[in-house]
């Protein structure tokens, strides 16, 4: 397997991200959204607590600390779209009642189809990734989350800017995010915009918060990041210089990968169209030595580690 080229690894260094079209093939794509339709019309509704998914930083997000999510590293679970619940508790049931059909309902599946889902599992353990990761200098890259984002029609929530390091820290930084268009993302669909370059240091590109588990209590809270803030080789970049920012709204066509370097920043919009976004994306870390993943990190390692991309 050939990885990536020269010039590929030259814009993702130079930029934070790259985008590869037509990287899965048409029977990758239909066997992924037939397995998507299949996760969102069976998951059942009796044994849910109907768990929102926002990934804001004010407090009434607070809801995402529940068990349900801390818990769901090693599993298939389903988080609803805030505008798809009623946001008073029904009086039979105190919960709160879908406003939409639950295939429609949802934002986001996660967090381990790449172990737990066949289709999901070919297209995201394979050689090809491992190739594709040796090009970026992987020493022993792990497969840590992977999600599903459905950014449902008309409803489908915004992702604010973000760093997906701030996520899934290890010291030093490492996380690198591959992100595959399931349907057409362009403007208006709640594509990913992406700030070119604010991965390096001298662009602001520093991991200075983490998302990480409440001490001593259920939940997760962003806290003050005191380990290293940029991947291993960048750090020679610390001086600060005024930058332009430069925000590219991609617009990419079904099958299409974008890697995303684990400091970049990024983030998408509200889906305001009357179609769906659907996205799987997986995250890889370093697990050679050298590298700590963090215990305060919301997501913990399964038994036995998280799944290894070199066989
Ligand atoms: O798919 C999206 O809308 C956002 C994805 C994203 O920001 C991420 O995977 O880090």
Redesign the pocket.
């Known amino acids: 397997m050939s990885g990536l080229t020269e010039d590929q690894v030259a814009f993702f260094r130079e930029n934070g991200y790259l985008v590869l079209p037509d990287y899965l093939s048409q029977t990758e794509i239909t066997s992924l959204l037939e397995e998507t339709n299949t996760l969102l019309n069976d998951f059942s509704l009796e044994t849910h607590p109907l768990t929102q998914f926002t990934t804001g930083d004010d407090d009434s997000t607070a809801h995402v600390g529940d068990d349900y999510f801390l818990n769901s590293g090693d599993k298939i679970r389903f988080f609803f779209e805030p505008d798809a619940l009623t946001t008073e508790p029904d009086p039979l049931t105190g919960r709160a009642a879908l406003l939409k059909p639950k295939n429609l309902a949802v934002n986001k599946i996660g967090h381990s189809l790449h172990t737990l889902s066949p289709p999901f599992k070919a297209v995201s353990l394979n050689e090809r990734n491992a190739a594709i990761a040796r090009s970026l200098g992987f020493v022993d890259p792990r497969v840590l989350q992977s ?1 599903l ?1 459905c ?1 449902q029609p008309s409803i489908g929530g915004a ?1 604010p800017s ?1 760093q ?1 390091s701030e996520f899934l820290y290890t010291d030093p930084p490492s996380a690198v ?1 591959w ?1 595959y268009a399931l349907q057409d993302a362009g403007p208006g669909n ?1 594509t ?1 915009g992406m700030w070119k370059g604010s991965h390096k240091g001298r662009k602001g590109g520093h991991i200075k918060r983490r998302f990480a588990r409440k001490e001593g209590s259920l939940g997760t809270e962003f806290i003050q990041n005191e380990g290293p803030s940029l991947p291993r080789g960048q750090e020679e970049e610390k001086v600060s210089e005024p930058t332009e920012d430069e925000l590219e709204i991609l617009h990419v066509n079904a099958g299409s990968l974008v890697l ?1 370097h684990g400091n970049v920043v ?3 919009e509200k889906n305001t169209s009357e179609r769906s976004r659907y ?1 799987y ?1 997986f995250h890889v870390i370093e697990g050679g030595e050298g590298w700590e993943y963090d215990e305060r990190n919301w997501l913990q390692p399964p038994e036995g580690g998280f799944s290894k991309l070199y066989q």
Request: hydrophobic share 45%; net charge positive.
């Open positions: 999600m984002i950014k992702v973000h997906d995010g992100w709640g990913l995303i990024h983030k998408s996205a994306t």
